[in-house]
Structure formats: C-alpha cells, structure tokens
C-alpha cells in the first residue's frame, strides 16, 4: 500500500488554552519549507529594495534574527507533511484534518475509486429518506446512531495541482485529497453537501462517494472561505435508485438545543481516506477561538466559537459530522490541535453558526455574466506571513484604482486593504471574485477596509455602487 499524506494547517489558539508546547514565533509552515512563501517565490523577496506594500509613513519592521533550532524541532521544515502522517508534529499545531497524497511523490489512496455514474435510472421518486432520531441509552454503544447517521455522510475526493518549490524552480503536480461531507438538503434536482471549503478549495474535478461505495461526480455550488464552509451539489439524475434508497438527509439539531460540557458525542467521517469510520467522546469545551493556517494559500482562518471534542478527528474527517446521543448533527468536524504532548483536541464549526451559511450558499445564484458587476480595482494578496513581516492587515492590497471606476466613486484610494466585502470576510483577489460572482451591475454594497493614517491602519466602511463590466472587461 502506497504511503499518504495530507495537507495539513498551521496555527495558534487565541485563547491560549493549551498553550504549553506552542509556537512562540507564531505560524509556521510545514508544507513550504525552506521560507518558502505560499505562493512559492522566496520570503526574502517581500524584503528588498523595493516593497509594494510600504507606504510613505510607515517603516518596514527590521527582520528579526534567525533563532538556531535543535533537537526534533529543527528537522519539521525539511521532513514536511510526511512525519506529519505518522503524528510526529512538535510545537502545538492547529491542524485542518483533509487528507493529501500526491502522484509525484508516488503517494495515492490505498483504494480506487469507481467511475462516475451518469445518468442512472432513478426509478419512480428521487426522494431521499431523512435520518431517525433518538436518545441513546448508553454511550458505550454508539452501533444504532452509526448504522441510522452513516448514510448522510459521504467520503469527498478532491483531484488538484500543488505548486511547489525544487531547485529547478517551481512545479506543478496533480495531488489526490480526501475529506468528508454531510448529505444536508435536497430539491427536486440536486442533493446538497455541506463540507469545509479547505476539503474543496483548488479542485481540478470532485467526487464523492457515498455509504454504498457509489461514486458520482460533484460540483462546488457555494463556498464560504472566511468561515470554511462549501456546499457541492449531486445531480440526482446521476445517481442510482438503489443508491437513492440507501443514502439519507442529515437531521440537524435544533438551533435552539443547548450544549454542555460533558456531553456524549459522536464523530462520523471519511479517516485517513480508507472510508467512514466512528469515533465517540464528550464536549470538552465550548466556545474556543482557532485560528487556522492553510499552508497552501497562506490564508488564515478564525473561528470564535469552535465546539472542543476529545472524539477522534483525524485527517480526512473535515467536513463530517458531529452527533448529538440522538444522531443528530451538531458540528462540522473541521480540526485538531496536534502536539506530541496533547491527545483529544478535536474542533468542530457549531451546526447553529453554520447552518445560516449553508442555507445561503444553497440558495443563492451567480448572476449571468452579461450582468456581471464591476469594482475596477487591482489588487495583492497579503497573506499572513506578508501581513506579519509588514505589519500590516490581512486582506487586498490596492494597488491601482481605476478611474472613473465605481471604487473610485465612491472613495476607495490606491494603499487601501480591503477585508470585508458585504460583511464576508475577503483575504484574496479569488475570494473577491467569488463574492462578485453573486452581484449584479447596480446594486449597492459595503466595503470593509485598513487605510494607513498617521501611521497607522485605520477601518472604514465605504459603500459602493457596483458598475457594469466595460466591453474590455468582458
């Protein structure tokens, strides 16, 4: 069997809960290596003569010296994601749990996946059964919840392109991830799937397999990055009867059931890539504040009100589900804090704060493209180490605003950042884009935005009137 290994995420807990074994410096990068950045060009290139960022004003902060590492620690850059697959992580991690193996490294599933089913006889009704609900008697036995909630969840596999960085300069490889997913709502045409967007974000082509080992292929219908969340969507049409009668709807909790500590709990998902497999535990702790660090993208997560869980989450339960003694959806397994002093530090994204997302990432359209809107701004990433090297907010970096543009119109200068776009949290030019893609010429939105004054960044909120695409942009 082939050797796997998965992307994993870096980060620190604001709360400082556990914070013995942490990064001192901050986030560190595994998947990089040799201070790469995420997008593979030197780290030193942010620090030459000539710095995009830096505005009359503001001074660039002094690079700290290079701290001499020893012992363990000093070998995570250059061992990568590999002893990561073996649990070997020192120094207190954040970890996003999906699951990665690349063909370059001749790493892939230790199984096949069947074809996509296309067009398959669907019978006579496409109704899919919703999962029963009752209170476990004991813990201890989880079997009834398992065998009533398994077919909700479905294994998600995700074929895309890394880049990275060789003495030859960068590469591209295909690679071969693996999450979860939870059946959350169907229509008459599509069932939908809710999963975190890092189980989805980069796909080439998706698919997922349900509790039957049916592989049918997906497509991403909505993606919330800021609070990683995705739906991808299954035509109906492409899946067969006798799938359709063995796969259910999720029962979801409702939002107006408490939580508590100490609680029985259940963790469904898609582990290590081999297929569902059931883990149980309690509530350890509500409330907690993660912080989540794609190394891929460099992007930053943060989430205030994480459901702590010592139920088993290991890589590839992102995006399944966490039960209740009743079966019934509570949260979307999305991490793990991982440390060679630490077990049973699960998180989970609360089904109360998700389910509002979800609903909106099902039922909202892109606007047709000769209605697209337009901004007229260019714009830089600054990801979190370029954030942290320049003191400066995560977020877009404009630098050109077109003029006569709408962004023009209504304030916006070249230097802004922009964070925000419509209250959804923004850290890239494609994060942007995605947004727009649900906006039509005319309608009016909000911009969250840092603007350097007197030294200091500063947030405006400035609203704009999106404008129409001109022919060229077309």
């Known amino acids: ?43 030193n290139s942010y620090q030459n003569n000539y710095n995009p960022y830096q505005q009359p ?67 006579d009704s496409a109704s899919v059964q919703q999962t029963k609900t009752g209170e476990a008697g004991d813990l201890l036995d989880v079997s009834s919840i398992a065998k009533e909630a398994m077919p909700s969840i479905v294994a998600i596999t995700n074929m895309g392109t890394i880049s990275y960085q060789t003495f030859w300069g960068i590469q591209q490889q295909q690679s071969e991830s693996c999450g979860s997913g939870i059946i959350i709502n169907q229509d008459d045409d599509y069932l939908y799937i809710v999963t975190n967007n890092h189980v989805v974000e980069d796909a080439d082509e998706l698919t997922v397999q349900f509790a039957d080992n049916e592989t049918v292929t997906c497509e991403v219908k909505g993606t919330d990055a800021s609070d990683d969340l995705a739906v991808v969507k299954v035509a109906i049409s492409d899946i067969k009867a006798d799938t359709l009668n063995n796969i259910k709807v999720a029962t ?35 409330g907690r504040s993660v912080t989540v660090q794609d190394e891929q993208t460099g992007q930053t997560i943060v989430n205030n009100n994480m459901i702590q869980t010592n139920a088993a989450i290991n890589p590839g339960n992102s995006g399944g589900a966490l039960l209740n003694a009743k079966g019934e959806v509570i949260g979307i397994n999305s991490a793990k804090y991982s440390d060679t002093q630490v077990e049973g530090f699960g998180y989970a994204i609360p089904i109360t704060d998700a389910m509002p997302i979800v609903e909106q990432l099902i039922t909202r359209e892109k606007v047709d493209e000769s209605k697209t809107a337009f901004l007229g701004i260019q714009g830089q990433d600054v990801s979190a180490d370029i954030a942290k090297a320049y003191n400066m907010p995560e977020g877009i970096y404009l630098y050109e605003v077109v003029k006569g543009s709408p962004a023009e119109d209504a304030g916006l200068r070249q230097g802004d950042i922009i964070t925000k776009f419509d209250k959804q949290t923004v850290r890239s030019m494609s994060e942007l884009k995605q947004q727009m893609a649900y906006y039509k010429a005319g309608e009016k939105v909000k911009i969250t935005i840092e603007r350097l004054e007197n030294g200091k960044y500063e947030e405006h909120s400035i609203e704009v009137k999106l404008g129409s695409a001109p022919a060229t942009q077309k």
Do not use: C, W
């Open 57 to 123: 004003g503001q001074q660039q902060r002094p690079k700290k010296p290079k701290k001499q590492h020893h012992g363990f620690g000093a070998t995570l850059g250059k061992t990568v994601a590999i002893a990561l697959a073996f649990g070997l992580v020192a120094g207190g991690v954040f970890t996003g749990v999906s699951f990665i193996g690349t063909k370059v490294l001749g790493i892939g599933s230790s199984k096949t996946q069947t074809e996509a089913s296309g067009n398959k006889d669907t019978g």
């Open 252 to 286: 979801v909790a409702d939002e107006n059931q408490e939580l508590v500590v100490g609680q029985g709990v259940i963790a469904i998902g898609n582990a290590l890539g081999y297929g569902q497999s059931v883990t149980n535990g309690i509530i350890s702790a509500l």
């Open 1 to 43: 069997m082939d050797n796997n290994y998965y992307n994993n995420y870096n980060s620190q807990n604001n709360n400082q809960q556990g914070a013995q074994g942490s990064n001192a410096g901050g986030y560190q990068s595994y998947g990089a290596g040799n201070g790469q950045n995420t997008n593979g060009y030197a780290y």
